[in-house]
């Protein structure tokens, strides 16, 4: 009897151990599962929050102070329509009249016995130039000059023996000379008389205004090109003969509805944008860009008539912009 005893207890033991385990396998499966789906969710969590970080660091604004603008040069201006003038870039350069040049020669053959001018000398009309022993007579004679202006050539020296027109002066008149550029076949539709041309001839010198005088009728057989001059007035000497120079002429003015200077355009990610005024700071606004000339240029989209942005000084904002991308995503 008490074997019996004995072993219906053991049996009891082994069977609620055996249930014990099962239970403990149920209840580590059970939060393991728990476990993944908590993950899950927060994976998704994550992704769902990192997803809106990422759209929110696309719309950053660039904030600077108004302190920060002054030390930089930063200046904004309100968009607005305006009238946009089209150009035709021409070069060439500075001429002399021919009507402002004198060449003059001694009349007769002899021996030069002073000469009183040299070139860059100022002359007036009838001032004399040389004295000029002539062989015939063996009397002196003046060479005198014809018109007020400048010596600008002098191919005679004291005792040389004169005998043909080789010896003598050039005088110009340099007080007006000729702007003379060349007109390329695509370009000659667009230049009529008339027009107004702006006159530079690179660092160093100021520009000036004028209008185109004359246009040759003909084509330059060998540069294939024809001419336009444009008369300066160079009282003091500034537009030298032979100097270099590009003429931008005015074709034609058009209104547009958003006139904008280049200098306010930057180039970010391969787009042309713009840094306009938002909440605090400036955000940057992609346009789409019309007609432009050398200074200014037409938006067709992407800024609104009223709307402040930056005109100079956006290359600051375009490095603070860039910078924030590999930083905390926050432009300060």
Known sequence: ???????????TLIAFTFWQCHNDHNLE?????????????????????GHEDHDESEEIDVIISDEEMIEFGIKTK?????????????????VIPPDNLAHIYPRFDGIVKKVLKSVGDKVTIGEVL?????????????????????????????????????HGFVIADLQTVWAQLQIFQKDLPYIKRGQEVEISAGIGYTSTNGSVSYISPVIDERTRTATCLIILENQNDKWRP??????????????????IPKTAVEIINGENVVFVRAHDGFSPRHIS????????????????????????????????????????????
């Open 1 to 11: 009897m008490i074997k019996n005893l004995f072993r219906n207890l053991l049996v």
């Open 29 to 49: 499966h059970d939060g393991h599962e728990s476990h993944s789906e908590a993950g899950e969710d927060h994976n998704e969590l994550d992704e769902f929050e």
């Open 78 to 94: 309100i968009a607005s329509g305006g009238e946009l003038q089209l150009h035709v870039n021409l070069t060439g350069e500075i």
């Open 130 to 166: 040389a004295i000029i022993e002539s062989n015939e007579s063996l009397s002196e004679y003046e060479v005198k000059s014809l018109i007020k202006g400048t010596v600008i050539e002098k191919h005679l020296t004291q005792g040389e023996v004169i005998n043909d027109s080789d």
């Open 242 to 259: 032979g100097l270099f120079i590009n003429g931008r002429v005015t074709t034609v003015n058009i209104q547009v509805n958003i006139l």
């Open 289 to 332: 860009i019309g007609r432009t000339n050398d200074k200014m240029l037409e938006v067709i989209d992407g800024l609104k008539a009223g709307e402040e942005f930056i005109s100079t000084g956006g290359f600051t904002l375009k490095a603070e912009l860039q910078k924030s991308e590999f930083g905390d995503g926050h432009a300060h």
